[in-house]
Nanobody, 115 residues
Framework: QVQLVESGGGLEQPGGSLRLSCAAS????????MRWYRQAPGKQRELIAA???????NYADSVKGRFTISRDNAKNTVYLQMNSLKPEDTAVYYC?????????WGQGTQVTVSS
């Protein structure tokens, strides 16, 4: 069993930056594939960034070049550095962990980009 707790969300102005953190409980964090999703009001949840256990990363076109996913296995934590924020980045951001057929979601953290 893995528990995921996101933090770092909040209100930011357009062009600003935020860093989200997702702390995972339990052992074997380093072998989990980790992802960040987001869900804006009235829209489906979308995958925006992923990092494998070996550190390979992938991004949705909507965030490529602005967001960076990283992980610190010693701290059981995955991060999402978000730069050049836009109003359309406003959403609840969710952390996701997967290993084989097992997967886990965090509770989400709200990010609002507004002037």
């Amino acid at each position: 069993q893995v528990q995921l707790v996101e933090s770092g969300g909040g209100l930011e102005q357009p062009g600003g930056s935020l860093r989200l953190s997702c702390a995972a409980s339990g052992s074997s964090f380093s072998i989990y594939h980790m992802r960040w999703y987001r869900q804006a009001p009235g829209k489906q949840r979308e995958l925006i960034a992923a990092i494998t256990s070996s550190g390979s990363t992938n991004y949705a076109d909507s965030v490529k070049g602005r967001f960076t996913i990283s992980r610190d296995n010693a701290k059981n934590t995955v991060y999402l550095q978000m730069n050049s924020l836009k109003p359309e980045d406003t959403a609840v951001y969710y952390c996701y962990a997967a290993l084989g057929l097992n997967y886990y979601w965090g509770q989400g953290t709200q990010v609002t980009v507004s002037s």
